[in-house]
């Protein structure tokens, strides 16, 4: 359902002219806003409405920041060494697992329709019970933050609200009673770790960056600082010259850590900043932006933060998804880049790379262009025992070439297993010949 712009703006303008409107809001305000708009308001959050007169000023003090003088100052020295970060780690990481071995559920190659429907389910029933797993006691699932060049370099544990919006995300359209109380306990999660006036971070160390804030605004949209959208005004101001988002929101007091290899205008951050925010005059330079490195074949190593084109294209495929139609244009140009995208043999590169196509070919309407029944087939061959499937990179900066910060790479079997139990649910929901 679509929300005004600013609904907070729309209420106040309403309420102006509107006597019952405004007795209403004072009396029980909580009940009004979900009323007037069609919402549900996430549960244990108060909501006040004062009423200013011509004798009586209101001022409103933001709440106290999340983290007190003393440790914003530890985040700061601490990242110089790497100590900080590293106490904000969860260890131990185990060692990565090898692959199951190809066929591991061979046979399947004759099944019928029906046949293969029931097992995609089945896979889809495995795939949640292990994320359901790997989520802990605060609704957070873990990432493993690793080296790509160096398997010797320890690998560590994290848990940024970003990996679990990003799982969310993916569960999102799963129907199961198991996919939405994950979904339900990622949301508190992410509701515990937002700053106000709507922003997150990915580590405490980092300044906050829109893309963690998109990805967690779209899972917590009934949070009444989202859905009265108290962040818009802060996401908008930090816009370069073009018109394009920029990744880190540097406020003054925030340390500037990612100078040395900062890089603005990231594609799938502003996909995901334009699926928050919509369509609006504000968006549409980064709507013709993305328009343009997709028809002009510009995708390729336009992401510092996503190497695979088929992630860039993923998120890409969202953003149309979530404001058509203003980007429905791009439809036919991204599916025709997802598809090029493929190997001789007409195959993905890996089995999160499928997943994503699949998901982002079903996002805009094209899905009928690969071969569903080849894809389901691998996707429940390629999942193992215990209900998960293969760590891979999800995404990192791969072109730091130095040190124990080089190369660093962001995966799990949670996350690939989040991705492709959205597959799944894609292709189930089309039928296969």
Known sequence: ????????????SRAGDDNGLRDRLLADPGKTIEEELGVTLAEGHEIHVHEETYAATHLVLPPRGKFTAAEREEARGGAASLAFLRRTLHDPAPPRRSPPPEGARAGMGAAGPEALAAAGRESVRRGLAFLESTIDENGAWHCIRFNTADPDIPRHFERPPFVSAFCALALERCGDARARALYNAAKAYIGETIEYPGLWRYYRHLPQDLDSTALCSLVIEDHPWILLKRNTAGILENRDEDGRFMTWVLAGDEPDVVSRFRI??????????????????????????????????RIEGSSKWYPDEVAICYAIARAVLRIQPSLDRLRPI??????????????????????????????IGSLEKIDGKRQLERLVNSQRDDGSWQELLAFGDQSLKWGTVGQIGHGSEAVTSAFCVEALECLLDVPTA
């Open 264 to 297: 603005e205008a990231d594609p799938v951050v502003n996909a995901n900043v334009i699926a928050y925010l919509g369509d609006r005059p504000e968006t549409r330079d980064a709507q013709r932006w993305l328009e343009a490195l997709v028809t002009e074949g």
């Open 334 to 363: 991204l599916a025709e880049r997802l598809l090029d995208l493929r190997d001789e043999k007409g195959e993905f590169a890996n089995i999160l790379q499928a997943a994503q196509a699949v998901s982002a070919l079903y996002n």
């Open 1 to 12: 359902m679509k929300k005004p712009v600013d609904a907070m703006a729309d209420l106040m």
